[in-house]
């Protein structure tokens, strides 16, 4: 099984396997490189998309093989995108968490360009080397790499905020939504022991700007006037549709709420009557005594 195969879980949105299918959206013909063992595949594919797929590890590739429309096993540092393709283009390409496996990414970014089509995007997430736990770690002379996450073995790029945005322009990209997923300094797998630090420097370094950034979430299209038009466009659609949704889910809550005040307004009025039955009951035995205390007394007046 590949270290990289997972589960999604789509109600954790501080994730970015939640945020790249989020930026996809559904019904696209898709491109997802990099596919590992089709997990994403498989959520696009229930979204109504149409994914093919590019994957190195053979093993991974033959398991994401029932997920994806067509499929390319190879090592995208040789591999000629166009021929393996067959001239095909997709509406997105998704990169998740590869280029900073790859000896060059910006050129395999550039040349997966040439696979968009027209008003496509290139959606991707990285890790921050700037993130607080790295920054930690140096200071106490620490750059040791683990199996997984920001120092994994394997990653051989290393990007911050800014030098993403630049090799995404060097491709002739610009990026029309960035997010990030967060955690903080202290609570990533890179050790950092807190109490050798000088007092202050973790707080110092939790408020520098993408300390707490994990990775980074993009939607990049190409950075022409057509590109940049079309994605407006599809933002605008795709805001459309978020606006609708929110809209209902506001008169389904409203609904709900209403619903709730009725129950409970007919909860104490049922509170109300129990309350004046309860009364009414005790008071009547104090009543009936006072009654007859009143009659003898009447009658020893009398005598």
Known sequence: MSKYDTTLDPAISNNSHYQLLDLVGGRKSVLDVGCATGFLAEALVERGCVVSGIEYDADAAEQARQHLDQLAV?????????????????????????????????????????????????????????????????????????????????????????????????????????????????ASEVPVDAERLPQGVVDWVREQPDAWTYQFLVRAVRDDAAGVVEASALEREELAQRLATAEAEAARLRLEVETLQAARERAEADVRTIQATRSARALSGPRSLYARLRGAGNEVTTR
């Not at 393996?84 to 998740?96: C, K, M, P, S």
């Not at 890790?127 to 607080?132: Q, S, T």
């Not at 790029?157 to 955690?183: N, P, W």
């Open 74 to 186: 190879g090592d995208l540092n040789e591999l000629d995108l166009a021929e393996a393709f067959g001239g095909r283009t997709f509406e997105v390409i998704i990169l998740g968490d590869v280029l900073e496996h790859l000896i060059d990414p910006a050129k395999v970014l550039a040349g997966l360009v040439g696979l968009l089509a027209p008003g496509g995007s290139v959606v991707i997430s990285i890790p921050n080397v700037a993130h607080g736990s790295v920054r930690l770690a140096l200071l106490q002379g620490s750059w040791d790499y683990r199996e997984l996450g920001l120092m994994d073995r394997t990653h051989i790029r290393f990007f911050t905020r800014r030098t993403l945005l630049a090799m995404l322009g060097g491709a002739g990209l610009v990026a029309v939504d960035v997010r990030t997923t967060s955690l903080d300094p202290l």
